[in-house]
């Protein structure tokens, strides 16, 4: 395989990295506290080739960010339903130990533990948050009170850096506990969920652009191919 062709094939497939990156952005534009992607490419070399014969312009997937940017809060009127408004996070804790969310999507279970939309616990600064009674009232500082009174304060962190966030299905998050710290100048929001920060009009135009994109290393590929097919045949005659 030439160098053109390398360059084509290696265009192809990190066009098919930010065609999969896109849909699942689309895919999660009405979910709750969903922070986008974005991918970031670097310029490679194929070490395959004798160095005075390497092509330049090799692309490969440099890293893949989140966006952070908080989304828009819309009012539910659901008591159950909280949203951070600053840089802060929900905690929960899941099987593989404490996650951080912004979907703020949470439920009463029947004794009385707040969870999340995967039944995990949301802690609170002294532990899980337990409510007595089907009443909850959060203040905007995180302190809960239930039917008999105050019952803990919600645990809001901040990522001291947010590059170590590792994402983790489509709305949690881990990092390092050294990565972690409890959360100042925040606002919890009673009754209203945060949106997803991925545009749906963006994320549409996008997506044409990266499936033309895409198309257009194709079809390069394809006329080279068979110009190589010509020139073989050619050789043979």
Do not use: C, W
Not at 68 to 90: K, M, R
Not at 108 to 118: E, R, V, W
């Amino acid at each position: 395989m030439d160098a053109a062709m390398y360059k084509a094939l290696s265009g192809a497939i990190a066009q098919a990295r930010r065609l999969e990156v896109a849909a699942q952005d689309l895919a999660n534009v009405n979910t709750s506290g969903y922070k986008g992607q974005r991918i970031a490419f670097s310029e490679v070399l194929a070490n395959r080739f004798p160095v005075s014969e390497r092509p330049g312009g090799l692309v490969a997937v440099g890293a893949q960010k989140t966006s952070l940017i908080q989304g828009e809060i819309h009012a539910t009127g659901n008591p159950f339903h909280l949203a951070v408004e600053g840089e802060g996070f929900f905690v929960v804790q899941t099987p593989r130990g404490e996650r951080y969310t912004r979907n703020g999507s949470f439920t009463l279970k029947s004794d009385g533990t707040i969870i999340s939309p995967n039944r995990d616990p949301l802690l609170g600064e002294s532990g899980p948050i337990q409510i007595t009674g089907g009443k909850m009232e959060v203040a905007a500082d995180g302190s809960v009170r239930s039917d008999e009174g105050e019952v803990g304060k919600l645990k809001i962190v901040r990522l001291k850096d947010s590059r170590q966030a590792v994402k983790e299905g489509a709305t949690l998050f881990s990092t390092a506990p050294t990565n972690v710290e409890l959360a100042p100048d925040v606002r919890v929001m009673q009754g209203g969920l945060e949106q997803s920060n991925v545009s749906p009009i963006d994320g549409m135009v996008g997506l044409i652009a990266i499936q033309r994109q895409f198309e257009a290393y194709q079809r390069a590929m394809g006329l080279m191919d068979s110009a190589t097919e010509k020139m073989i045949a050619a050789g043979a005659n």
